[in-house]
């Protein structure tokens, strides 16, 4: 998917921004700080990482996602998944932090076969925007045979 100019999508701007814009076609998508996201959040008592899961519903089929931040948006993913949502070619799920990173990479892990979607993710609570997009830079290397 990533050398077919589908769309990525990413649950914060510093994921967004990691990823090496020379190598992708389109811009990668972050709804974090959108009004919608942000009115959601407020009206449904949810965090806004929660909240911008449902502006990715247009974009999901064959997308790769990439969740370098927020343990909340992909247990969110997954809740989608799960209820039918189209399924997005790659999940790169590397939240960190001490407050359900491990927990939602492990469930990541468990469901992603069953869900019928790929993944690359790490245990524990370490991970982070940094690594996330190092791993999604790394295969869109590999794509243009980019050796280094």
Known sequence: SLGQNKPILCDVEMVKQGVTKRMIEREPLCF???NDTIQQAKQLGETRSMAALSSWTPF???SVVLIGNA???LFRLLEMLEQGADKPALIIGMPV???GAAESKEALWEEHKK???ECITLAGRQGGSAVTAAACNALLRC???EWY
Do not use: I, S
């Open 143 to 145: 794509n243009r045979g």
């Open 71 to 73: 343990p909340t948006a």
């Open 115 to 117: 869900l019928g979607v």
């Open 32 to 34: 974090l700080n959108d």
């Open 60 to 62: 999901l089929k064959d």
């Open 97 to 99: 932090g001490f407050v």
